[in-house]
């Protein structure tokens, strides 16, 4: 696909188009959400380390993102049928019995952690909590 576009550098016949390569919407944010897919790919689940600096002060922030699925509040046998796919995120905190859960995608944030070593199991689950996907990240809250 040509992703290359002309851009008048000045009003049209005024100066030279300026013609640069820049990635389609499709590209950065993947297949239109109003259409059904026919063959999605598998979903995937991708988490970062917590932000240094929030960290430094004994707050965690953790990104995450997900491909081919969106984190939506959509829940039930139902929603398993939704395409482009849609589910959420399972996420315990130094092996709790608990979890605690995410539709939102937004930035995770930990507060009120002791110092010393922690880990956070992000769990990608579909409309029905079945998990799809896990990542762990392991991090120290310093004195």
Known sequence: MDTSFNLD?????????????????????????LLALDDE???????????AEPLEAGR????????????LPVFGAGALDVSPRVGHVHITVDDATWHFIDASGET??????????????????????????SQTVRFTVPE
């Open 9 to 33: 550098a000045e009003p049209a016949g005024k100066g030279p188009a300026v013609t640069f390569n820049a990635a389609t919407a499709r590209d950065v944010r993947g297949p239109s959400a």
């Open 108 to 133: 995770v944030v930990l507060v009120g952690l002791a110092p010393g070593p922690h880990r956070v199991l992000f769990e990608l689950a579909d409309p029905t909590h079945r998990v799809i996907d």
């Open 41 to 51: 790919a598998p979903p995937r689940l991708i988490v970062d380390p917590p932000l």
């Open 60 to 71: 965690v922030f953790i990104q995450y993102r997900t491909e081919n699925l969106r984190v």
